[in-house]
């Protein structure tokens, strides 16, 4: 079984940063291990749906963004450390979350990932 661990998450002001780590562990019932999954990070605000903040493929070729994190977040792994960070410069209020880390066989942006992490508090002061 895939496990994802989050870490880094935090309290902040607004225009500082934060640099979220996820830990990958073990493989997928099919064989697949962290280097043959797509790695997202989506996000939880009180009262909304979890929505999609940025991917990147499996050898990091690609990546997608929300509109509202670009230019601000930065989506990065290192297949070797079976790790995936995302890097949020220029935090603000609305950035504010529960971030969670996932993994996919397949490059999507909707929250039907096969694997998720616990989550990680974000919470970016005025």
């Known amino acids: 079984q895939v496990q994802l661990v989050e870490s880094g998450g935090g309290l902040v002001q607004a225009g500082g940063s934060l640099r979220l780590s996820c830990a990958a562990s073990?493989?997928?019932?099919?064989?697949?291990?962290?280097?043959?999954?797509?790695m997202a990070w989506f996000r939880q605000a009180p009262g909304k749906e979890r929505e999609f903040v940025a991917a990147i493929s499996w050898g990091a070729g690609t990546t997608r963004y929300t509109d509202s994190v670009k230019s601000r977040f930065t989506i990065s792994r290192d297949n070797a450390k079976n790790t995936v960070w995302l890097q949020m410069n220029s935090l603000k209020p609305e950035d504010t979350a529960v971030y969670y880390c996932?993994?996919?066989?397949?490059?999507?942006?909707?929250?039907?990932?096969?694997?998720w992490g616990q989550g990680t508090q974000v919470t970016v002061s005025a």
């Open positions: 073990g493989r997928s019932a099919s064989g697949r291990t962290f280097s043959s999954f797509v």
């Open positions: 996932a993994a996919h066989p397949v490059f999507i942006t909707t929250p039907k990932y096969d694997y």
